[in-house]
């Protein structure tokens, strides 16, 4: 499978709907910024099941000059949402009204994304134009793809009496069959009201008020004035100085520090060189000390005890580097776990190009479907610790932990990166497979998405922490990790397990190259 190339614009998405509904974008003069809002509704759209506006999203911008920019959009706790609220359980459910305790702030990330676009020259498309298809794919239906039919089946015991799911998502009480029609009516109202009372109205609007007294019907911990609250805000994003370009990736609460620090510390090894089984043992090795970072640092940036960009400090990651034993895996202890998600990419003709990510966490989030406006809510903050002394300590107004993370580079070369999966604790590492696989040695971008990925930590519903590997993989390569001491299990061919990838470069010339994930349901379109 070769990567698709154009001149002008490229969009990869999971979902060649989303996808198409980039490119239509570029081709009537938007944005690679309108391009990405318009994708994000679609997909929201057409793959319920791993995000929606109930949910979060990160944007890394890297503008054709000048510094990258960086967008929080995701929500905090709400007001309600107290340890004390929680005093009868043992941890946060992960799903119900009292999962769904966090403020989605993916729409307010798409307003300032546009706001940005109209600071640069962008700007050129109305908000109806940009939501269009995803309004009408609400309202005349889309085909169900065997991704959501398959995770509503694997989750039909713990979703089918959440308030409004089985009205939503499930045809007369059954799993629907793939290729069905899905219709959401109620969702296609709400993205209507969106583009009459303008995106704002979802947090400080007519909108919000109808969510608010949902939310309080349903008993969410969430008000009115914590969505009015609500903000998306831009950061600096976190950077490595790696051999081959500059790297960007998201600040804290996300775990963008992991992506960057299994690349520095690898930067150290000998990648270029390194055979298969080489290859997944530093980089499995590298992601063992990254995570132990993460979980020492990494929560609400107001919380976080050192600047995190120092950890990114070619000695620091020198000295990792020389804990990797190329002949002996070392212990670890557990991941945080899965989680659902979709990562795109677009690059204008501009050379504007955006890297993002949208989620609502576990497959249907909180499994909870506001009853009016249609909107199903992310589970975000089961990722809090109810334990008041943990670093993800629950409390009003904090932002939890979150795996989300859109990645980017400047190649040294002059090529412009953006990349990124879904799927929890296998961003950074399917990260960190694409990047090495194509920038380091030299394998073709839609070969280095394709090809046989792995999973250090757990996949959907398991609590096992190994090493898991695609069959694809040689026999040799099984036994060669075994001997190292991972413990490694086989996963399918193209396994969902290890996520739904992407990447897009800009050449020198200009040129667009595009790599889609066979594992989804998506495409790299370009014009």
């Known amino acids: ?6 001149p002008s614009g490229m969009a990869v ?120 298809d995803a309004i009408r794919y609400a309202a005349d239906g889309i085909p169900v793809t065997l991704s959501q039919a398959h995770a509503t089946e694997n989750k039909y015991a713990e979703l089918v009496e959440m308030p409004g799911f089985a009205q939503t998502f499930l045809t007369r009480g059954e799993t629907p069959r793939p290729g069905s029609r899905f219709c959401q009516p109620k969702l296609a109202q709400t993205l ?58 998201m600040t804290p609460p996300t775990q963008g520090l992991v992506s960057l ?60 580097a020389a804990e990797v034993d190329d002949k002996r895996a070392a212990e670890w202890g557990a991941g945080k776990g899965p989680g659902d998600t979709v990562w795109m990419g677009v690059i204008d003709s501009n050379g504007m190009a955006v890297s993002f990510i949208q989620s609502i966490y576990h497959e249907f989030g909180s499994g909870v479907v506001l009853p009016q406006s249609g909107v199903l809510w992310q589970n975000r903050g089961a990722a809090f610790s109810l334990d008041p002394a943990h670093l993800l300590a629950l409390a009003p107004g904090k932002q939890p932990f979150h795996t989300l993370n859109p990645a980017a580079a400047r190649l040294a070369d002059g090529r412009t990166l953006v990349y990124g999966s879904m799927g929890g604790d296998g961003q950074p590492q399917t990260q960190a497979a694409i990047f090495t696989r194509h920038v380091i040695q030299g394998m073709g971008l839609q070969q280095a998405v394709s090809a046989p990925r792995w999973l250090l930590g757990r996949t959907w519903g398991q609590a096992s922490d190994s090493l898991k590997l695609e069959g694809r993989f040689s026999a040799q390569t099984f036994q060669r990790l075994r001997e190292l001491g991972h413990e490694v299990e086989a996963l399918p061919d193209f396994s969902e397990a290890v996520g739904h990838a992407g990447a897009i470069v800009r050449h020198t010339n200009g040129m667009l190259e595009g790599a889609f994930d066979p594992r989804s349901n998506g495409s790299a379109a370009g014009f």
């Open 1 to 6: 499978m070769q990567s698709n190339m154009a």
């Open 261 to 320: 620090a299994i690349l520095g510390i690898t930067d150290h090894l000998d990648m270029a060189h390194a055979d298969e089984e080489e290859t997944v043992h530093r980089i499995v090795e590298a992601t063992k000390k990254a995570f132990a970072l993460r979980d020492k640092y990494i929560t609400d940036p107001r919380h976080v005890t050192l600047p995190v960009q120092s950890l990114l400090e070619a000695d620091k990651l020198a000295a990792l």
């Open 192 to 249: 209507t009201r969106l583009t009459t009372e303008g995106l704002e109205s979802f947090y400080r609007g007519p909108l919000a008020k109808l969510m608010a007294q949902e939310m309080a019907e349903l008993g969410m911990p969430i008000t009115y004035q914590d969505l009015a609250a609500h903000r998306a805000r831009q950061r600096v994003p976190l950077r490595l100085h790696h051999s081959h370009g500059e790297i960007y990736n």
């Open 13 to 132: 998405t999971p979902h060649h709907l989303a996808s198409e509904t980039a490119l239509s974008v570029l081709r009537h003069g938007g944005d690679a910024i309108e391009a990405m809002v318009a994708a994000a509704a679609t997909i929201a759209v057409v793959y319920p099941h791993m995000n929606g506006i109930g949910g979060d999203g990160f944007w890394l911008i890297v503008p054709p000059e000048g510094e990258p920019v960086a967008i929080d959009a995701s929500g905090a706790a709400g007001s309600l949402a107290t340890l004390e609220w929680y005093a009868d359980h043992a941890a946060i459910p992960h799903r119900g009204p009292r999962a769904a305790l966090t403020v989605p702030g993916t729409i307010s990330g798409w307003d300032e994304a546009l706001k940005l676009s109209a600071r640069w020259g962008g700007g050129r498309l109305p908000l109806s134009r940009l939501l269009a």
